[in-house]
């Protein structure tokens, strides 16, 4: 399939910069694919859409703040963003800077604390930092909420409260799992009081969020791998709401991809390790069955994930009607809630 298969056009002034004032005050369209039906309400209305039969399964991976600002020793400004930790002084990074990166180059930070490269793997850098306990804390005190580039504005202190769900734990993604944002407490309650039943995955959104597809053919696009965990009582709570006929609903596209890496081989089963799984139109589901999710970016791995969802056709007359209703787009915006085409593809 081509890449211009998965476009789309719209204002950029949908953007959304900023989150809702209440998380579950944002919108929820609803895609019916079975007849392509659309409905629209708040997103606090999903308690309706939802039965007690039905298992919420969540991300529950935790943004670090893993952005930083430094210089270079000719004085010049440097951006670097943190993609995986290795130990306590050493970690991988995508780098930014107005001149290109010389190998060994030393970069400074306040508090006297300075990095400098030690390996270079395509657009990676290994970087050695001293003058610190550990990256850890370093990043608790200094670091920036990794907004995504769409997102056209430095990072402030809601960001820290905002671009992460409240059930987030376990930590180690540069990218929420967006699609959680809108769950609030008291939705979270008056799910629980209806019976709907919860698990969690955790998948740790790593640099193939902000990773572009630059090939036209879709199928040979390589993603990057990211740890993953499928627990046990997950996959235990699956296989009762399968026979209790109820649906399994993944609350984001990086849910949806944990349970079907996990159900690769046609058997549903525990998983720890990574994951480079690519779904788009034709992919088989084994898990599944409805789709809680934010508007995504024109073809980007995302919609395309939704495509195979959905169908192709349903979802991008969805995203015009979103254009036309004036949805709010991306990591900050709108909801929808998407029940999954069974039929051939």
Known sequence: MNINDFNYDFPTELIALKPTAERSESRLMCLDSHIGTLSHYKFKNIVDLITANDLLVFNDTKVIPARLYGQKSTGGQVEILITQIFDHTRAQALIRSNKSIKPNTTFFFAQNIVAKIIEKNAELFTLEFSGLENIDAMLEEMGHIPLPP????????????????????????????????????????????????????????????????????????????????????????????????????????????????AAISGTLMPFTGKTSLFIYPGFQFQVVDALITNLHLPRSTLLMLVCAFANRESVLHAYQEAVRHRYRFFSYGDAMFITRNTHEI
Do not use: C, W
């Not at 504005?153 to 990218?175: F, L, M, N, V």
């Not at 809108?182 to 629980?192: S, V, Y």
């Open 150 to 261: 769409y997102i056209d504005r430095p990072d402030e202190s809601i960001d820290r409260d905002r671009y992460q769900t409240i059930y987030a734990k376990h930590q180690g993604a540069i990218a929420a799992p967006t699609a959680g944002l809108h769950f609030d407490q008291p939705l979270l309650n008056a799910l629980k009081q209806k019976g709907v039943q919860t698990a969690y995955v955790t998948l740790h959104v790593g640099i193939g969020t902000f990773q572009p597809v630059r090939v036209d053919t879709i199928e040979t696009h390589q993603m990057h791998t990211e740890n993953l965990t499928v627990p046990l009582e997950t996959v235990k709570k699956i296989q009762q709401t399968k026979e209790n006929k109820g649906r399994v609903i993944a609350v984001g596209t990086t849910t949806v991809r944990s349970l079907e890496t």
